[in-house]
């Protein structure tokens, strides 16, 4: 299947400070990449929908400004977290729907674990 | 409002066994359907998709799908312990690139 990959795995970074978030993938094209949040013991809640080329839509609840999401090629979006506190310490991951082939299906990234201390 | 239930369980089933996973959907124009599975602290991997009415086979997994029901199930025979994990369901409006909705998962506990 295709492959989606998120960098970095961990991270564990000081309160107030920003963190990026990359997702590539390797092997297809994109247009369309999801940022998704998880938290302990919780379902993927969807974050933003990212639209290589223009500006990302973000759901209701989530800020734009502090979840910042830039697509700028066809197999790169990244989320930055900024300004980073305790309660956005959470497993993120991204995926994406090839452009060609069954664009229904959507591959996975292995997630970044956040830990904002 | 679109949603999809699952039962969070867990589901315990004895090694070999047959584990049964159901999914509701309450959007009538959902066009697409899928299962994940996810180990704990990992990323979704997908296991099934099905778009049609009916069953589909995979291996030791078959997907059943009925949209007047508004209902789909995964069926994992001979289960293994290694089948442990937390399966999501997700639903898709249409087959374009709308997003995914999850249902909050099942956990299933396959013990030896």
């Known amino acids: 299947g295709a492959v989606v990959s998120q960098h970095p795995s961990r991270v564990i970074c000081k309160s107030g400070t920003s963190v990026k978030i990359e997702c590539r993938s390797l092997?297809?094209?994109?247009?369309?990449m999801f940022w998704y949040r998880q938290f302990p013991k919780q379902s993927l809640m969807l974050m933003a929908t990212?639209?290589?080329?223009?500006?990302?839509?973000?759901e209701q609840g989530v800020e734009k400004d502090k979840f910042l999401i830039n697509h700028a090629s066809l197999t790169l979006s990244t989320l930055t977290v900024t300004s980073a506190h305790p309660e956005d310490s959470s497993f993120y991951i991204c995926?994406?729907?090839?452009?060609?082939?069954?664009?229904?299906?959507?591959?996975f990234g292995q997630g970044t674990r956040l830990t904002v201390v | 409002q679109k949603e999809v239930e699952q039962n969070s369980g867990p589901l315990s089933v004895p090694e070999g066994a047959i584990a049964s996973l159901n999914c509701t959907y309450s959007d009538r124009g959902s066009q697409s359907f899928f299962w994940y599975r996810q180990y704990s602290g990992k990323s979704p991997e997908l296991i099934m998709s099905i778009y049609s009415n009916g069953d589909k086979e995979d291996g030791r997994f078959t997907a059943q799908l009925n949209k007047a029901s508004q209902y789909v199930s995964l069926l994992i025979r001979d289960s293994q312990p290694s089948d442990s994990a937390t399966y999501l369901c997700a639903v898709k409006l249409n087959s374009g690139y709308s997003t995914l909705t999850f249902g909050k998962g099942t956990m299933l506990l396959v013990s030896p």
């Open positions: 990212s639209n290589e080329g223009s500006k990302a839509t973000y």
């Open positions: 995926s994406a729907s090839a452009t060609q082939g069954r664009p229904t299906e959507a591959f």
């Open positions: 092997d297809f094209q994109a247009t369309t």
